[in-house]
């Protein structure tokens, strides 16, 4: 079991500087990932927000161990070979230590209709897959070129090619058992993280890991991501809650927050005290 911290890209964490030393911190502090949320406003209210992805590029510089990412960036709303670039110069910037984390996007008002994309959920799920195949075409450094419904690329190149190989770790989200297609699609890449996981039970963990399994192709790794508070009490307790869900099949257990007013001070001294030991 790998542990990781989760926060906003808006509210209290819109200092960058401050962002990338709560990041060194949280890897001093033993924890295994660090990752961002990717919005582009804070629901209608005039808070700060910041761009993730130039965030996650002063965290790596801060950072020499600890694993980071959006968690999630809305593909269907960025050009994916945008994306392609910057994710490519993020892996080796940290030395390999990128994961990049896919949705389709919430709320589809503020993030799509707001700035003039179709908000639909089909097209944008569309959007998703299609873009997920061009990053990984572009990832190869091999000539690729696509012609699907909603994107066209002419034969090119993009060098060089990602630090991790096969490729960068793709992890996708979705609201377990609300929608199914998200976990038909996790299927194909390396990872899944559901949406309200704090909700759920180990067997319904099991449950959802059963349905992926049933449309893997392969026995690659794949990791299985708890968004969810930590359990208390003491050692003992803790380890026997935490295990329960490693038995069910879980390789990440993340903790977030939100972006209301002191959320980053709480973060902070709760990182500061580390990972559980187990």
Request: hydrophobic share 40%; proline share 9%.
């Amino acid at each position: 079991m790998r542990f990781g911290v989760h926060v906003p890209n808006f509210g209290d964490f819109h200092d960058l500087r401050a962002i990338a030393e709560l990041a060194h911190e949280a890897e001093e502090a033993g924890w295994d990932g660090f990752f961002l949320w990717d919005h582009i406003l804070y629901a209608k209210t005039k808070r700060p927000v910041i761009d993730p992805w130039i965030a996650l590029a002063a965290i790596a510089m801060r950072t020499e161990r600890i694993r980071i990412g959006p968690l999630v960036t809305a593909l269907p709303r960025r050009r994916p070979w945008k994306v392609a670039r910057e994710t490519v110069s993020l892996d080796h910037l940290t030395g390999g230590r990128l994961i990049l984390g896919v949705g389709i996007g919430f709320p589809p008002d503020n993030e799509y209709a707001r700035f003039g994309e179709d908000p639909d959920p089909k097209i944008r799920a569309a959007k998703l897959d299609e873009g997920l195949d061009i990053l990984v075409g572009l990832w190869s450094g091999k000539p690729f070129s696509y012609d699907g419904q909603h994107y066209q690329i002419e034969k090119t190149v993009f060098w060089p090619p990602p630090i991790q190989q096969p490729r960068i770790p793709i992890w996708v989200a979705g609201t377990w058992p609300k929608a199914l297609a998200p976990f038909r699609r996790s299927a194909r890449w390396d990872g899944v993280c559901a949406e309200g996981t704090g909700k759920m039970t180990p067997t319904d963990q099991r449950a959802m890991l059963d349905y992926i399994q049933q449309h893997r192709a392969g026995s690659d790794p794949f990791d299985v991501v708890r968004a969810a508070s930590l359990p208390t009490g003491d050692p003992v307790t803790v380890r026997n809650a935490i295990t329960q869900w490693a038995d069910a099949g879980v390789t990440w257990w993340i903790i977030g927050t939100s972006g209301r007013a002191g959320a980053y001070a709480d973060m902070r001294a709760r990182i500061l005290q580390g990972p559980p030991s187990i």
